[in-house]
């Protein structure tokens, strides 16, 4: 490592921010492109499951919150996109690479939604993952990605509470409705627990390394444990997990160890929903090429 | 064309970064701005920037250590100490010896 980088790692380590136009080592600047890329991919294609259940809302208040839901995830899309942009990657690249499987996005959005149950599970539980992952942003070394954070945050806080509402609305009906959230609960707990990525230490990890993120993964999912699992358990519902408990003496979460196989599987594209969400992606991109050229030539 | 937004959360508050949007020409801007930060009344006012319009200084050379300019160019505490000692009231002083 040269003087200049090894300076720059001990001013972000040191919590030091930095800027667009600043120096940064290329190893850091390849990094957060493919970081950032992976969390705008994960925004947008995060929208391909709650979008099949516009439709299908149960009633016209829950439909326009989805709409609504979904309108800020795109958004924070272009927001993500906007930042790598600047950091040197064209969104139509990156575009480019999510379509034809380069670049990755989250597992979570590479599963099939069966029923209203997991939109909700989705609305509360994904998105209560994922804001403990983006809370944690809000200290990234990378300034302007730290600085959209915030507003971010501020939206996904709207989705727990409707998430919340639909769960709450269910469990408190009919013992079918109830069902409904058990079943989507007991499909969607090993995703969660993927979530985070595997228990690698912090020393080890370049994201935390480098300060673009600020706290391990195994730190991340015992926030996530010690947030929500008490608050599923509190309405009667039954996390899929028997040797999951929180040890006392430690204040740790134990739990069954998951398959990180899977997990590298799922997110390399092999999850059950992975191509037909891509094929999505790639089918309504043609479809709105048009635009794009009309607005650009209307400009010109 | 790159914008850069800015936006008043109330009146009365300065307006402040809010982030940037990429759009084809000023009207485009006009309408993502609004969606990207005016949906939720959490704005009551947004400036948009062109980019290149945006003249950015970010170097302050001070060649000359003008620190009478600063707070850091007075040291109050060890001198007020000696006055206080001097004129033997240390034992008045709001907080005793501690001010030293």
């Known amino acids: 490592m040269d003087s200049q980088t090894a ?10 921010q930095v800027e667009t136009g600043d120096w940064m080592p290329d190893e850091y600047r390849s990094r957060l492109i493919k970081f950032i890329e992976m969390h ?20 016209l208040q829950r439909k326009l919150a989805l709409t609504a839901k979904i309108q800020d995830e795109v958004g924070h899309a272009q927001l993500i996109y906007r930042v790598i942009e600047d950091l040197g990657k064209p969104r139509s690249a990156c ?11 989250h597992n979570v959005f590479h599963y099939p939604t069966h029923t209203w149950g997991d939109v909700g599970v989705i609305a509360w539980l994904v998105d209560a993952a994922a804001i403990v992952s983006q809370k944690a942003l809000l200290k990234c070394s990378y300034a302007p990605y ?11 806080s709207f989705h727990i509470l409707h998430g919340r509402d639909v769960i709450l609305t269910l469990v408190t009906g009919t013992d079918d409705q109830f069902g409904l959230v058990q079943e989507a609960l007991d499909r969607w707990w090993e995703p969660l627990m ?15 390394v480098w300060r673009i993120k600020s706290q391990a993964n195994e730190e ?50 092999h999850g059950p929903a992975s191509a037909e969400r891509l094929a999505f992606r790639r089918l309504s991109r043609e479809h709105v090429a048009w635009v794009e050229r009309v607005v650009l030539a209307e400009a010109a | 064309m790159v914008f850069e ?15 940037a949007i990429d759009a084809p020409d000023e009207r485009f801007a006009e309408i993502y701005a609004r969606e990207q930060y005016g949906r939720r009344q959490e704005s009551v006012a947004l400036w948009l920037v062109p980019r290149e319009a945006v003249n950015e200084i970010d170097e302050f050379p001070d060649e000359f250590e003008m620190k009478y300019r600063r707070v850091d160019g007075y040291s ?3 001198r007020l100490h000696e006055a206080r000692e001097r004129a033997g009231t240390l034992d008045m002083a709001p907080g005793g010896d501690a001010a030293a």
């Open chain 2, 5 to 19: 937004v800015f936006r008043r959360e109330r009146k009365g508050q300065p307006f402040q970064h809010a982030g």
């Open chain 1, 220 to 269: 991340a999912r015992q926030q996530f444990l010690d947030g929500y699992v008490p608050q599923i358990r509190e309405l009667g519902l039954e996390v899929p997990d028997r040797a999951l408990r929180k040890d006392e003496d430690t204040g740790t979460w134990l739990y069954t160890e998951p398959d990180w196989e899977k997990l590298r599987e799922v997110v390399t594209g």
């Open chain 1, 95 to 105: 575009l480019d690479d999510l379509v034809s499987g380069k670049a990755k996005f």
């Open chain 1, 40 to 59: 705008a991919n994960s925004e947008l294609m995060g929208v391909l499951p709650e979008r099949d259940w516009i439709l299908r809302a149960p009633t």
């Open chain 1, 146 to 156: 730290a600085r959209i954070m915030k507003k971010i945050c501020w939206e996904e």
């Open chain 2, 76 to 78: 109050i505490k060890a």
């Open chain 1, 194 to 208: 993927h979530f985070h990525g595997n228990p690698i230490p912090a020393d080890e990890d370049p994201m935390v």
């Open chain 1, 7 to 16: 300076e720059f790692l001990e001013y972000v380590q040191a919590g030091g």
